[in-house]
């Protein structure tokens, strides 16, 4: 008879559609996209091997960045703050708390803390060996 049920029980499972998973993994999307948020196809490096890199950048109350870009695709979290992107002729962003984005990778740009409270953001690069994640320009 257990035999039975937990044939039974198999059956059910394997009888859910995929989107029944969510309910006992849930998840919140944060984002899903195949370009950056100034429309370039996202395209990944093939100089080497993969090689993933995940930090915190954090930016202080009335700093900058310097000017550069992403040859290897980037994804963004803001964690913490409010920071505004300068895309030069492609115009200014603002990205708060909870935004997620793929950064612009041909257009050099800033990011810019306007605000009073630290900004932090979790930057993840999806690149390769012999592919610089960040590029600094020439100002």
């Known amino acids: 008879m257990l035999k039975i ?3 039974a029980s198999l059956m059910i499972a394997l009888a859910v559609p995929a989107t029944g998973w969510a309910q006992a993994y849930p998840a919140k999307e944060l984002l899903s996209t195949s370009t950056t948020v100034l429309g370039e196809a996202i395209r990944y490096p093939v100089s ?3 090689l993933v890199k995940a930090s915190i950048v954090t930016i202080e109350p009335g700093a900058d960045t310097i000017l550069h870009r992403h040859p290897a695709p980037m994804f963004a ?3 913490e703050g409010e920071v505004t ?3 030069g002729a492609s115009g200014k962003r603002v990205y708060r708390k909870g935004d997620a984005f793929m950064e612009a990778m041909d257009v050099p740009h800033r990011g810019m803390n306007l605000g009073t409270t630290t900004v932090s953001i979790l930057s993840v690069h999806m690149g390769a060996e012999g ?3 960040v590029v600094l320009e020439k100002q």
């Open 5 to 7: 049920v937990q044939a």
């Open 48 to 50: 080497g091997p993969t």
């Open 77 to 79: 979290y803001i964690l």
């Open 85 to 87: 992107v300068d895309y």
């Open 131 to 133: 592919t610089a994640n």
